[in-house]
């Protein structure tokens, strides 16, 4: 439900294959997940229809809306809360030392008493759902799933793959250089950006090169850049809040995180660059007119978290608030990539990044800061 109300967290994936709705709704009906009733000990899981989590009627009227095709990705399981497992397992234990007249239980008693209380408990548990949503943007062969942790990432392909025959590929700051420039990241050296020259120790991530380079050409810049194929639009403006992470590999601490006030502009985060630190984990705002889009960016894997898209002028009905919410999306993501392809034109020119480094290097050493 999160693509229809509410900040959205996702990941985008693209597809080297043309595909329709007319081809995506049947696969993914053919591997609908099984009737709740079936639930057993064993976790279940399969496609439903984005109306709710248990809506096994997948056909194009509930999954379908302006081109979009829509599903999610359910998992259905029976859990035991770990604070009634406990307490279910330290009376069992409590009798257990009564009964045997013995101060304590050995390892082997103990878990002994938890696979039993757990094979006794599991069955008489409700059901906990959890789901990925998914929209496939068929025009432009591109994906979004709130896929965030690893195993939901590994979760969603597998399934997809299965259902589909297609192979997502996640737009990750190396996947995406490929993409979008035909950069191979591999044969991008480690970047450093401190002005320290006992500085060597740096990370090797071109998302946090990224990332500094955005914070650097947003404070040297007035901040606005256009579209391709922008003409008689708008230009859009963007600008980096708090809370910020920064990341180091090496000694000493490896993350800072500054939070609250004016992290950018503090002491701090002046400390942090010159000691070698890149910025993994920022706000970034994009505006366009009236409209203000607003996500946390994590430079490790190019995820959007909590994505605050623009309030709709009057109410819509729910297919074109749908689709409203979607071409936000677009707009937020599509921005995000042509910086990214403009830091790439960046790196990917020896002479251009050379004095980009020496700019950057002397933005580090003489940025105002405040306490």
């Known amino acids: 439900m999160s693509f229809e109300t509410g900040n959205i967290s996702y990941r985008v994936y693209e597809i080297d294959a043309t595909t329709t709705p007319a081809e995506l709704v049947p696969q993914f009906a053919e591997h609908v997940a099984p009737p709740i009733e079936t639930l057993s000990t064993q976790p279940i899981s399969g496609w439903v229809s984005p109306r709710f989590i248990l809506d096994r009627e997948i056909n194009e009227d509930n999954c379908v809306s302006g081109g979009y095709v829509r599903a999610e990705l359910m998992k259905a399981e029976l859990k035991i809360p770990n604070s009634l497992l406990k307490a279910y397992c330290k009376m069992e234990e409590l009798a257990e030392m009564q009964a045997r007249g013995v101060p304590y239980l050995n390892r082997q008693t103990r878990a002994d008493i938890k696979k039993r209380i757990s094979e006794e408990m599991l069955p008489k548990m409700p059901p906990t ?25 590994d979760a969603f392909c597998v399934n997809l793959n299965n259902t589909t025959r297609l192979s997502p ?10 993409r979008l420039k035909q950069i191979d990241f591999r044969d991008i050296p480690p970047q450093c950006f401190s002005p320290d020259p006992e500085i060597s120790i740096t990370a090797n991530n071109l998302g946090m090169d990224f990332l500094t380079w955005l914070w650097f050409f947003w404070e040297t810049t007035n901040g606005s850049f256009r579209m391709d194929n922008s003409v008689g639009t708008p230009p859009m403006g963007f600008m980096l ?10 000694d000493g601490a490896h993350e800072t995180a500054l939070r609250k006030g004016m992290p950018l502009i503090s002491r701090e985060a002046k400390t942090v660059l010159e000691c070698g630190k890149k910025l993994r984990k920022v706000k970034l705002v994009i505006a366009q007119g009236d409209a203000m889009y607003a996500a946390t960016i994590d430079a490790m894997d190019f995820s959007f978290r909590g994505l605050k898209l623009p309030k709709p002028e009057t109410a819509y009905d729910p297919a074109t608030a749908f689709q409203d919410r979607m071409a936000g999306i677009q707009t937020f993501t599509n921005a995000f990539y042509h910086l990214y392809s403009l830091f790439l034109d960046q790196i990917g020119d020896g002479e251009k990044w050379t004095k980009t480094m020496a700019e950057m290097k002397d933005w580090i050493k003489s940025r105002k800061t405040v306490v």
Request: glycine fraction near 4%; charge should be negative.
């Open 129 to 153: 759902l959890t789901s990925i949503p998914v929209v496939i943007d068929t025009a432009k062969s591109r994906i979004f799933a709130e896929a965030l942790s690893e195993t939901q990432q």
């Open 169 to 178: 590929i996640a737009l990750t700051p190396e996947t995406a250089a490929m």
């Open 241 to 250: 809040e708090g809370p910020a992470i920064f990341f180091l590999e090496g």
